[in-house]
């Protein structure tokens, strides 16, 4: 592949829509995807949230009937909390951000449309099994996945159960190393979904040839 992987991907495969909308935070945790995409949902599979929910919260918030299943076993409320006590008073950044966000998470796990599962998501533990055994949802299941390079382990089985899911947005690491593997997911998504976003995520770095090491990217079931 070219060593510009980047547009190479963009060039090939991104067809922008003015309909899509951010939910979650303005920089890292938030996703564009369309709103009516997001009524329609009805289970978002949240694969790692860390200390950043808003993109939960918007989607809960938003559709009144969407379920969730939050999995990361790095979180807790109380860690959570915890994290906004230091940074309040050792005046980090964000302390503001990581209070709410530990309010969000517990008022999130609290309510019977969520569930946190507080356990690493592993090959060849399957996603659309989670969701079909904790809410028996099998179709329209909206699909995030920010695990630090994880990710990669579940593209043949998602590419495989296309027909259940209504969108996919991902946070893609480690791309330098992985961008044939990103090219061909979404060359195997193209019969049924469209690339309508594409962003690099300058918190990931970038590698010895200014590439990114990180994107975000948002796949829409086509009409």
Known sequence: ??????NKI???FLEEDTALFRFGSIGDGGYFI?????????????????????FEYDAFRFNEELKIIMVDPTVSGGKLI???????????????RYLFNALMFNYLKRNKRCVHLKKWLRKPECLFEIASNEFQIKNNILIKLDIEGSEYDFLDKISSNLSQISAMVFEFHDLHKNHEKVYQFIKNCTAQFHLVHLSINPSGGFDGKNRPKCIEISLERKD
């Not at 592949?1 to 980047?6: G, H, N, P």
């Not at 369309?34 to 808003?54: A, D, V, W």
């Not at 915890?82 to 940074?87: A, D, I, N």
């Open 1 to 6: 592949m070219l060593e510009d992987y980047f």
């Open 10 to 12: 963009k060039e090939d």
């Open 34 to 54: 369309k709103p009516s995409t997001l009524k329609k949902s009805e289970l978002l599979f949240s694969g790692g949230i860390s200390s950043n929910l808003e």
């Open 82 to 96: 915890f994290k906004g006590l230091v940074r309040l008073f050792f005046k980090k950044t964000d302390k503001i």
